[in-house]
């Protein structure tokens, strides 16, 4: 349920997709107006407890965190994760969320990929294309 009300919630935000109207050109207010809203597509990903996931608190699981967290500010770094972040405790096995900014599927699958807690199969992350505003992009920005 937490995942089709999270996806509903995303959607309403998001457009369809792009959308070009024939002789359309925004100028003024207008301009950045269709600046904030033309849409860019991101790679959603729901972050899962994997097969090997313990709610336990080792010193091998606190340094799994600590790589994991690692990884995080490493693709913020490089301008290819936008946002991610984990979920309120209790909320079945969903653990949080990406918002990858890459091209394709494959670059998305390859960043999760280089996530120590999904290698690890501590995580699993389920990606799909997301349709935003391309001004989540500036959130990267210095």
Known sequence: MLRLSLLLALAS???????????????GAAARHSALQAPHLYWFGMIRQGPTWSAEETEASAQL??????????LVGEHKLVLAGPFDNGHGDERGLFIFDVETRAGAEALVQSDPAVRAG????????????????????D
């Open 65 to 74: 965190q600590r790589d994991h967290l690692a990884n995080i500010g490493r």
């Open 13 to 27: 935000c998001a457009t369809e997709g792009p959308r070009h109207e024939r002789n359309a050109v925004p100028t």
């Open 122 to 141: 501590r995580l699993v992350v389920d990606l799909l294309p997301w349709w935003g505003t391309a001004e989540l992009r500036g959130l990267l920005d």
